[in-house]
């Protein structure tokens, strides 16, 4: 089956920054959470997938199609919504919306219609006159009312209230109920992509460190309390490690191998803490310092 | 292509009324006042009283789009780069087409040039038009391969050649022998290409150059490294 979108050895670099050599793929159905802190490189990656950005080398694929920036067929597969959300400011949302259908032959007047009554949209507003939360609003319905098979989201929900983001994050919910549809979502705000997500990219320094289903994040890491007298402690998995006399804490990659290690060395009083995906997020993005377990 | 130049058209269009308004209105109110004058001297003002109105109105857009970003809507619009560079100039050109057409209509009746001399100096006043309306393009689209102190060199650059080549082009048209003593200086240059411009050559060569601008500017925006704005 086609890739939703491949990365091929891509570089994009500025003056202080490079992103990549980079290499990234995304399986149809799938939601891929994008996770770095500001200044990674979440909104360059798509940046360059999108064609608002040129990359300096590498190849980028939408559905098996380059993402040539002269050609435009494969744009007709990709919703995106980004931080900035543009429009024809003195026109309102009707009018923006009906310019944008145009363009896509997949066009539904009646999802548009439907999304924007879904979000409480006033779309006889002028997009100038509109509020954050609306504006980030008309983006997705703008995104989703040509169905793509792509969902490209860099930080939507970046200045909104609580309120507005859960109803964002409703009708993601409901879009991937409703069809097989990929989306890529690029934020640092973990709980709202772990309600999403299935799988997790972590990316820092314009390089992804890390990329796992994310079940086994919360499966596998785990936070471990154990007492041991000896000096020379050295554990297979471990992503951080604290001691204090002969009371250790570490957090772990890969609870089970690192379990029968502690055993093998006889430590005692073992108590195995589960993490939150953002607690474990934080000690991947900590300086990269994930070690694969053995 | 076509979507794109009727929405800037639908867009825009209170300030393309306004300017095409105001030029009319100039233009005529100078007519009833000043008097016709000699068909030399009509024909170089009203070229100059049209080109200055075409480049307010481009401007006056230019200044209320570009904090729209509209590089970076269009962008992401299922066109090509060919499609989106092509657009930004084809709307002036509507715009202008139809204010020159519309000032000919009006005024054809009580100024019998020969159709020539009228296909010519529209095909000479098209070609400036869309010379000065794709060289602004060409330096933004150049720019965002440039570090920022390039940029603003060469916006400066720019700009000061776009006034000072515009400057020099309106008191070439409309100098005269009673124009004030200082501006008699661009007399033989005006003497010089008065033949060209009412020809076919000079026309061609003007419309060559517009056009040249044109293809330069699409190839500029399609080699962009950026559309972020």
Redesign the interface.
Known sequence: MEKAFTYTNVIKTFPDFKLGPLDLDLEPGTVLGFVGPNGAGKTTTIHCLVGLLRADSGEMTVFGRSNNLNKADWKLDIGYVGEIHVFYERWNGHQNLNFLSQFYPNWSPERASALAKRFNLPLDKRAKDLSTGNRVKLSLVAALAHSPRLLLLDEPTSGIDPVVREEVLDVLFEVLETGDRAIFYATHILPEISRLADELAFIDHGQVWFRTPKEDLTEKWRKIYFTLARDDVSLAAIVCHEREGDRHQVVCSDCASTLVQLKELGAGNIQENPMSIEEIAVQILKGGRYVEAD | MW?LIK?DIR?NWPIFFIASALTLALLIVLGLILGWPDQDQDLTGTRSLLMAIAAFAFFVRILRTM????D??H?????????IALSRLVSVICFWTACVLLYWLITLPIRPYPKEVIVYEMLAASGFVLMANALPYIQSDISTRL?NSFQRALWMIVRTTAVGAGLVLFFTLNVTQTSWRILRVFLPLKNQISPYLGSLLGSGLFLIAGIVATWLSVHVF?K?????E
């Open positions: 979507r929405a867009y904090g729209e970003k509209r970076r809507y962008t992401l619009l299922p066109l090509s780069g060919t499609a570090r399609k962009r490294k950026a559309f972020v």
